[in-house]
């Protein structure tokens, strides 16, 4: 899988449609390979891991359905599935 300046496509509709512009939407380049098959994405809270995470989802479901991918270029791989777990609602703050 590459991936070069990927963007989650979810959050540049809701930054349009809040008249925000995509001009400040921040783009991530990804590559794995048959030999890294395990990722550990560490980062401080509100670093930005769960929007990487969900536009690499993302780019991944929208090529296996034959679709555009929100990135400047792609090279990916159909894959049989595709795993996530994510919070149903992140709760900000320090506990």
Same mark, same amino acid.
């Given at each position: 899988?590459? +991936? #070069?300046?990927? *963007? &989650? $496509?979810? $959050?540049?509709?809701?930054?349009?449609?809040?008249?925000?512009?995509?001009? #400040? +939407?921040?783009?991530? &380049? #990804? *590559?794995? &390979?048959?030999?890294?098959?395990?990722?550990? +994405?560490?980062?401080?809270?509100?670093?930005?891991?769960?929007?990487? +995470?969900?536009? %690499?989802?993302?780019?991944? %479901? $929208?090529?296996?359905?034959?679709?555009?991918?929100?990135?400047?270029?792609?090279? $990916?791989?159909?894959? &049989? *599935?595709?795993?996530?777990?994510?919070?149903?609602?992140?709760?900000?703050?320090?506990?």
């Amino acid at each position: 899988m590459q +991936l #070069h300046q990927v *963007y &989650d $496509l979810s $959050l540049a509709v809701r930054m349009v449609n809040d008249n925000r512009g995509a001009a #400040h +939407l921040v783009t991530n &380049d #990804h *590559y794995s &390979d048959h030999t890294a098959r395990i990722f550990i +994405l560490t980062g401080p809270n509100q670093g930005g891991k769960t929007t990487f +995470l969900r536009s %690499v989802g993302i780019a991944q %479901v $929208l090529f296996q359905a034959g679709c555009f991918v929100p990135a400047k270029s792609a090279a $990916l791989s159909p894959v &049989d *599935y595709i795993f996530t777990h994510f919070q149903e609602k992140e709760v900000l703050g320090v506990k």
